[in-house]
């Protein structure tokens, strides 16, 4: 069943062109798949080097909007990156990305490739309701790989039980493992162009090519 996902109105007050790209989907994760590593050194490293180039990071398209509403969120763009800026960076400074499993490999590779933000989550371990909110006062949650990630201000989803991800970093609960059967990959888009469409049609492809992902269910929320 689909997954409903909202955006809170407070946030739509501080930040009116925030958008949500939505695909929920059927998948069986597997440690890794080689032809998307090669399409990403082969492809879409060089791009990302020639738009860093082109622009500088802070004003990659759709990066650039992130930033201005971490901003109007009261969250500092440059102590707490978007997770498209961060990855964009790495690559930039010529270090290597990390191999996780074919789900999270391509969540990355669409951020990489639109700069917008994405997140995937095992739907049996979040809610039936989704509320994409600006993140309360003094609230954290444990980080994947990390300690607790305070998380006040940033931009975050979160079911009846609290935050379970944000555009910057994801918390453990609803990681992606290889025991994940169904997966809800969300894409923030802070932008006001039509590049969101763009992405999403992208990423059911690569869900479909590089995870062996089926059943995808596509929509947007405005």
């Not at 180039?53 to 440059?78: C, L, Q």
């Not at 964009?88 to 191999?99: A, C, H, P, V």
């Not at 305070?150 to 918390?171: F, M, R, Y």
Request: net charge neutral; glycine share 8%.
């Amino acid at each position: 069943m689909r997954k409903q996902v909202i955006i809170d109105p407070d946030m739509k007050i501080l930040w009116p062109a925030v958008r949500i790209g939505c695909l929920q989907y059927k998948v069986k994760v597997e440690k890794k798949n080689e032809d998307m590593w090669k399409y990403l050194k082969k492809e879409v490293f060089k791009k990302v080097k020639d738009a860093v180039f082109d622009y500088g990071v802070n004003e990659i398209p759709n990066i650039k909007e992130s930033r201005a509403a971490y901003k109007a969120f009261g969250k500092d763009p440059s102590r707490y990156r978007v997770s498209s800026e961060a990855l964009i960076r790495r690559i930039g400074q010529g270090k290597s990305l990390y191999e996780v499993n074919t789900v999270v490999d391509v969540n990355n590779l669409i951020s990489i490739e639109s700069g917008f933000s994405a997140g995937s989550y095992d739907t049996a371990k979040i809610g039936e309701a989704l509320v994409f909110r600006v993140g309360r006062e003094k609230e954290t949650y444990k980080g994947i790989g990390k300690e607790e990630i305070k998380i006040e201000c940033l931009p975050v989803i979160a079911d009846e039980k609290g935050a379970v991800g944000s555009s910057t970093s994801d918390s453990e609960r609803a990681m992606i493992t290889e025991h994940a059967e169904e997966v809800l990959t969300l894409i923030y888009s802070f932008s006001d162009n039509q590049d969101l469409e763009k992405t999403l049609k992208c990423g059911k492809g690569y869900l479909e090519q590089y995870a062996g992902a089926w059943e995808i269910d596509s929509w947007i929320v405005e």
